[in-house]
């Protein structure tokens, strides 16, 4: 992430003043409205999707002949798509594909790349430049395109596409863990540790794992924003999960032919998809901004 | 400089290397008979066979790669089964569009990104800055094809200014060209004028706390001449790296927006060859697009050295 260094700078910058006064501010008071906000949006979705079978909402798969592409009102709160299927439950029954996907698909590239990085930043030497041109290959290698490919010509299984879209969130998240276990494995009580006789696996276990988990856990939260995104865009091509199943993405595109006639069947899922990708970045953007705050006092 | 330009060489021929093995066992590592999938329910035996033949199936996969390789380098990626089309015809006919589309949108990108960005360090925390700042932010959270589909719904459906998709050659008429390329090069263009002004933002905060910026207000040099003069090159290396991939990546086409707005372009080519399982096509293609990623990356790099002697040089790490 290119952009995440220079920023740094200048969010020290801008800081100036004011942070002076907000140190001395508990943790969670520093985090800001805004990062609440969007925290407690993101909670909602993800209740909304783990209990979504359980909700009193209309099945989302049933159509009701009677109103198609229908606007919010009685019966439907949401409305209706062009099928006359409830908007609200396949909102909820798409979360639980979306969210599946961000989840899932980061755990496996932040697992993956986080172990790869660690090794790579640690070890050095031979096995960090094979890492590391590794990494870079399969950066250089069209994303979607993969996605794109292996999700024709292997199956629209859900498996499928959350093991495909985490495989490519492992250069990231190499990348990420290896800048910051190169500038951990140089400091003292690294040092400290092994002149105490600790060994290499105890060192990265216990001295620098704790230190890169915060991080790369704030990049995580981009990371899920960058998977839904890309199930998102599968599912408009029409390539994620097959229908009847709901898919945030599927959703826009569905509702692309009535932009004319019913334009809530496509912006409605198009706003909730944007809300919650914003919430993802305003929530990493802000944790990354209290985390630079307290690494610059040490 | 010339030192320097091997040293970058020596770095990519490994990677094209790595790219195009992958570009192929792309489509040899699929599960199933790769001629039965490209034949097609009405295959007859023959025909499977034929096709067999054709892709050297009987062949050890390291011959059939180096075999790929050396007619790929001599400019033959083979011919789609499909269309008896060769697939660099195919790209040939298609490059242009999506190069079109590359140009329209980075020029939409840099003509809003390079003067909000430098008015908004100039001003850091002001209220052009907060405005900018918060209006992309904002834009970075919208995926393409929803920022795709609300266009479409603004300017095609409620004000009816231009057409919601189809294209029609520069050649045939060019205003027409231009309305059409409107709306797919604006999608592209929003978000990487987020991008970059971002970049560019704090790349200049971060200059105009350098010392010869202090110097230069003390001695008087206007404010316009000292932002676009002294502190706007030594700000746009990160710009110019992500330009650099983005550019990259446009030459593969737009898959998403070319998809949307009917653009014949190599993205769109790639969708449709996938669609119909023509996987010679999707290998030529994909092999395509990434080569010319490496490739315009390793320019980007070169283009470093140019600009700041101090990397040519080994001293400073971009």
Known sequence: ??????????????????????????????????????????????????????????????????????????????????????????????????????????????????????????????????????????????????????????????????????????????????????ALAQREFVLAARA?????????????????????????????????????????????????????????????????????????????????IFALNLSADRLRRVAEVRESRL | MLAFVRARLAHLLPVLFVVT?????????????????????????????????????????PVRYVDWLGRAVRGDLGRSPRSQQKVTDAIRERLPVSLELLVLAELIGLLVAVPVGVLSAHRAGGPLDQAASGAAFGILAIPGFVVAIVLIYVFAVQLNLVPATGYTPLLDDPLANLRSFFLPALTVGLGEAAAYTRLLRSDMIATLQEDYIAMARAKGLPTWHILLRHALKPSSFTLLTVLGINIGRLMGGALIVETIFALPGIGRLLVESIYARDLIVVQGVVAFVAVAFVLVNFGVDLLYGVLDPRIRHGRAVA
């Open chain 1, 1 to 182: 992430m290119a952009a995440q260094s220079p920023d740094i700078g200048a969010a020290a910058i801008l800081a100036g003043p004011p942070v002076v006064v907000e140190r001395r501010l508990p943790a969670w008071r520093r985090l800001g409205w805004s990062f609440w906000t969007a925290v407690s949006w993101l909670a909602l979705v993800t209740v909304a999707a783990l209990l979504g079978p359980l909700l009193p909402f209309a099945d989302p798969n049933v159509q009701d002949l009677a109103s198609q592409g229908a606007g919010p009102g009685a019966g439907h709160v949401l409305g209706t798509d062009s099928l006359g299927r409830d908007m609200l439950s396949r909102l909820v029954a798409g979360a639980r594909i979306s969210l599946t996907v961000g989840y899932a698909s980061t755990l496996l590239g932040m697992l993956a790349g986080t172990l790869l990085g660690l090794l790579a930043g640690y070890v050095r030497g031979r096995l960090e430049a094979v890492v590391v041109a590794t990494l870079d290959a399969v950066l250089a290698f069209p994303a979607l395109v993969l996605v794109l490919a292996v999700t024709t010509f292997i199956g629209h299984d859900i498996r499928i596409i959350v093991a495909i879209i985490g495989f490519l969130g492992i250069p990231a998240f190499g990348r990420v863990s290896r800048a910051v276990t190169l």
């Open chain 1, 196 to 276: 105490m006789g600790a060994g290499d696996l105890r060192i990265l276990a216990l001295e620098i794992l704790p230190n890169v988990v915060a991080p790369v856990l704030t990049f995580a939260l981009l990371g899920v924003a960058v998977a839904m995104i890309a199930e998102g865009a599968l599912a408009f091509l029409g390539l994620s999960v097959p229908p009847p199943a709901a898919s945030w993405g599927a959703m826009v595109a569905e509702g692309r032919s009535t932009l004319d006639t019913a334009p809530q069947v496509s912006l409605v899922p198009a706003t909730v998809f944007f809300l919650t």
């Open chain 2, 21 to 61: 093995c992958f570009s192929f066992l792309l489509t040899s590592f699929l599960p199933g008979d790769i001629a039965l999938v490209m034949a097609g329910p009405n295959a007859t035996p023959q025909s499977v066979a034929a096709l067999r033949e054709q892709l050297q199936l009987d062949q050890p996969l």
